[in-house]
């Protein structure tokens, strides 16, 4: 087969235009595939700043949190200073779509307790609840804690299971996922939570947090066991049911 490359200086947008017959329809189609993939490449960043470009048939999947763009990899998690909706047009081409978009939840004193029943007016905009009366929903995933929450809590009767995390540390959100499962299975008898060490740096010192993630078990208010990187569900349960029977 033989290709014949053609520059047109009168062609001012980005554009290419491919000439084939129908026979190699085929290889046109793959030549297109392929230059769709890698003619834009992405900067991002690592946890420490460094740059990489990366194409978008190296992406695994994207999130959008807090208003930060974060690229999972094969190989890592990435920072992503694009706007989201910069970057969805960049990528329109390279067969993504977008699977969830959260909604804004209405400010609370401070985040809900595992089990705790959170009224209409608490509720994440869009959910169809009615006027007439209360809509009670359960919450059971892990909990996002701050210093006062924390503190609280390990006042309580339950133990409390809190992963020390950050959002640029890749194998913290690895785990994420298995750990809102485990909140949700283990609700009746333990408190599942979540400490963002950026936020929380005290907090995070205080407890002496050296390595992420880090789990941390608490009964009676005291640190009775800890797992640093653990790596499956599987683990973690293992790991609360041997501290707790000691």
Excluded at 36 to 47: A, F, G, H, P, T
Excluded at 55 to 66: G, L, M, P, Q, W
Excluded at 115 to 140: Q, R
């Amino acid at each position: 087969m033989n290709f014949i490359i053609q520059i047109d200086n009168t062609i001012t947008e980005d554009t290419i235009i491919l000439r084939a017959c129908s026979r190699n329809k085929n290889y046109i189609y793959n030549v297109i595939l392929y230059l769709q993939k890698n003619s834009s490449r992405i900067k991002v960043y690592d946890e420490l700043h460094n740059l990489y470009l990366i194409t978008c048939h190296e992406i695994y999947y994207i999130e959008n949190i807090d208003h930060k763009v974060y690229i999972y990899t094969e190989k890592d998690v990435y920072r992503c200073y694009l706007r989201f909706s910069e970057l969805k047009k960049q990528l329109h081409n390279c067969g993504f779509c977008q699977i969830n978009q959260s909604r804004t939840r209405k400010k609370r004193a401070c985040p809900p307790a595992l089990g705790d029943k959170i009224t209409e007016e608490d509720s994440p905009a869009g959910y169809n609840t009615d006027k007439s009366k209360e809509k009670e929903l359960t919450v059971m995933s892990a909990v996002n804690m701050d210093q006062k929450l924390f503190t609280g809590l390990l006042a309580g009767d339950r133990p409390v299971l809190v992963d020390f995390w950050a959002p640029w540390c890749g194998y913290c959100r690895r785990i994420s996922a298995p750990y809102d499962r485990i909140a949700e299975e283990h609700q009746d008898h333990l408190v599942v939570g979540k400490v963002n060490v950026d936020e929380e740096a005290q907090l995070a010192q205080a407890e002496h947090i050296e390595v992420l993630p880090t789990l941390v078990l608490y009964r009676n208010g005291k640190a009775v066991g800890s797992i640093a990187a653990p790596e499956s569900k599987a683990m973690i349960e293992a790991f609360i049911q041997e501290t707790l029977a000691e």
